[in-house]
Structure formats: C-alpha cells, structure tokens
Nanobody, 124 residues
Framework: VQLVESGGGSVQAGGSLRLSCAAS????????MGWFRQAPGKGREGIAA???????SYADSVKSRFTISHHLADNSMYLYMNNLKPEDTAMYYC????????????????????WGQGTQVTVS
C-alpha cells in the first residue's frame, strides 16, 4: 500500500493544522492506522492511532489537542491539530498496521509496516 501525507506547513503557536493521509493499493481497510512524528535529533514517536472500531489512542503530549479520524471507505486518515506548540515541530508520518486493537493502541513502531514519506509541520 502507498501512503501520502499532506497538509503540513508553518504556523504560529496556538494555530491549527489538519493533516491528511491518502492510501492506495489496498482493497480492504487497514485494521490500524497511526500518526507518528520525528523532530530533528530525536527518535520517531507515535502520537495517535485509530483502529477499525474507531477506538483511538494518543500520546500524552498531544492528548486533548490532537484528534485522529479515518474514513474506512477509502482508507484515508486525518489528524486535526489544535493549539500547536513549538515542540510540535517535526516531520509527521502516517502508517498502517494489521495489529489487533490492543496492540494498535500501543503505537509500537515495528508493528506498522507501511509508511508515508512525511509532511513537515513547523510551529513558531
């Protein structure tokens, strides 16, 4: 499956962005989809995940500010980011997994097999 992120950009602190992830090449919806980010000099971290039953999980750093959603019909996914902070500056990636819901919620990077190329978010 091919994943393409879009919607990144530069915003001021307190602003909002919506990231999109378009998937192609798979005829069935992924049971687990997630958003990850990697800041300069840091490792990649999971920030939000959603399973096929619409159960979501979030990293503490983004909880109450970010919202993940998906559209199973076309295997697309979104990340609504509000009240952005400079520490949110990173490359953001979407990824899919075949993990069961309990594993999906843990956002373990090795369980996500398909990745996009990323979209940059810069908050000043």
């Amino acid at each position: 499956v091919q994943l393409v992120e879009s919607g990144g950009g530069s915003v001021q602190a307190g602003g909002s962005l919506r990231l999109s992830c378009a998937a192609s090449g798979r005829t069935t919806s992924s049971p687990c989809m997630g958003w990850f980010r990697q800041a300069p000099g840091k490792g990649r971290e999971g920030i939000a995940a959603i399973d096929s039953n619409d159960r979501t999980s979030y990293a503490d750093s983004v909880k109450s500010r970010f919202t993940i959603s998906h559209h199973l019909a076309d295997n697309s996914m979104y990340l609504y980011m509000n009240n952005l902070k400079p520490e949110d500056t990173a490359m953001y990636y979407c990824a899919t997994s075949t993990s069961a819901p309990n594993i999906c919620a843990t956002m373990q990077i090795p369980t996500f097999l398909d990745w996009g190329q990323g979209t940059q978010v810069t908050v000043s």
